[in-house]
């Protein structure tokens, strides 16, 4: 029977010379070894707690360690684990109902992945066949998954690796990114009308007859949670049913209570013609993702083949997992809690921009924030710049390994830290975890001129 190792120095071996690690040179890694996590916390070997305040890659929306989803998996697992995707189970069909339920308008199907970036390729799929068209239309801040088609059409830069490689048909877009306006726009509705205009020119010379989908996150996660100016989700959904152009949102990072609603786009009134999910549809606690669509979509394949399959679409134990995720979001109303957290959270980061020059902007929807650090904030230099090579992030990696020596994980890119943790988060625990980043930005302070 398979014994988990208990050495720490054999755990750190065998990861280190038998697994490869993301987004990292695999030399000098000095990752953190966790053994176990309850609620927004995690444990390392030594026992030393971690604030979880990214929720990991921003998924593990419930906290960790839930007993109801454990009980679920094991209940599933104890039945059948697996059938091929043209059978059903009952946690298939649960979960389908489920969505149907909570999904914006009439989004009622689902076709399940294993993650986002299946969500993504597959909805790029669905829409390219649906329409006729093969162009995408996307910001440059963005992300939408690291699979070759997920990645061309996300901005991230971490795409310029395969850029020679890079699917075709896909088109970047400015975002509307008051804070750093490429319009220089005054005010946030002025930035909203000018980034619409821009993407409408760009359709128009692409040829809109071309354009398959336009593509965006319900809300923007890890590009630095830039904020869609009010009313400028409308303005893209107006301009897509002018051109006959459907509308993708991606609810990867942004669904399932984490904006302090089902889904970001409900913050905006906006149905699109297809969503795309994953992380907090499982919590993360197993991987899924998914791909809903319009009844209109949906029955454009009653009589010819979907052209979409995967061999682990529908993962019976994938689906028990987050019929469990969607009953505790419900039971123990962490989408309200999400909302009230967040208010918190905007009144308290408040307080900490009059003790700390370094922050420049905080953009938050519910539990979906960040900070973005500036070296002035009359300039907006920013602390370290979009993409800034190692050599420009000596700051910036001060900041991130104080706050880890503090007691606290959470995501950094650039200039940029994220305050996004479980949605189950007491007001204490904010109050905890924020104190650990004003103690860390003091550092980033000192550069400030």
Not at 17 to 35: A, D, R, Y
Request: hydrophobic share 40%; glycine share 8%.
């Amino acid at each position: 029977m398979y014994q988990i190792t208990q050495d720490k120095d054999q755990i750190l071996n065998n990861n280190l010379t038998f697994t490869l690690t993301s987004w990292s040179k695999q030399k000098g890694l000095k990752p953190i070894m966790i053994k176990s996590g309850k609620g927004i916390f995690i444990y390392d070997y030594d026992g030393k707690r971690y604030f979880d305040f990214s929720s990991q890659l921003i998924c593990i929306n419930i906290g960790h360690g839930h007993p109801k989803v454990t009980e679920a998996v094991a209940k599933q697992m104890s039945e059948i684990s697996y059938v091929y995707p043209g059978m059903i189970t009952a946690a298939r069909g649960d979960l389908g109902k489920k969505l149907a339920e909570i999904a914006p308008g009439d989004l009622n199907k689902a076709f399940f992945t294993l993650g986002g970036a299946e969500a993504i390729e597959n909805a790029i799929k669905l829409a390219r066949v649906y329409t006729g068209r093969h162009k995408i239309v996307s910001f440059y801040q963005s992300y939408h998954g690291a699979t070759y088609a997920s990645a061309s059409a996300g901005g991230d830069p971490r795409r310029h690796a395969i850029d020679s490689q890079q699917s075709p048909n896909f088109v970047h877009v400015e975002n509307p990114y008051f804070y750093r306006c490429p319009w220089n726009s005054k005010t946030p509705e002025e930035c909203s009308e000018m980034a619409a205009a821009h993407m409408e020119r760009v359709i128009q010379y692409e040829g809109p007859g071309t354009v398959a989908a336009i593509i965006m996150e319900g809300e923007s996660g890890s590009s630095g949670c830039i904020k869609y100016p009010e009313g400028y989700w409308k303005k893209i959904e107006t301009i897509a049913k002018k051109y006959g152009i459907l509308l993708i949102c991606d609810e990867v990072m942004s669904g399932f209570g984490r904006t302090g609603k089902w889904f970001g786009i409900d913050n905006h009134g906006v149905v699109p013609d297809i969503m795309t999910m994953a992380k907090g549809l499982t919590s993360a606690y197993i991987p899924m993702g998914g791909v809903m669509v319009k009844d209109e979509i949906a029955h454009a394949f009653d009589d010819k083949p979907l052209p979409l399959g995967l061999t682990y679409s529908a993962h019976a134990v994938s689906c028990a997992a987050a019929n469990a995720v969607l009953d505790i979001y419900t039971e123990e109303n962490l989408i309200e809690n999400a909302a009230n957290m967040g208010k918190y959270i905007e009144a308290e980061v408040e307080k900490l921009k009059a003790k700390h020059p370094s922050i420049g902007d905080f953009r938050n929807t519910g539990l979906l924030g960040c900070l973005e650090l500036v070296k002035n904030r009359d300039t907006k230099e920013p602390m370290a710049r979009w993409n800034a090579p190692p050599n420009e992030m000596e700051v910036m990696n001060k900041v991130m390994g104080k706050i880890a020596e503090l007691g606290m994980y959470t995501m950094g890119r650039w200039n940029m830290i994220f305050i996004a943790p479980p949605l189950c988060i007491t007001k204490e625990q904010v109050d905890e975890g924020l104190d650990i980043i004003s103690k860390a930005l003091t550092i980033a302070d000192e550069h400030c001129n």
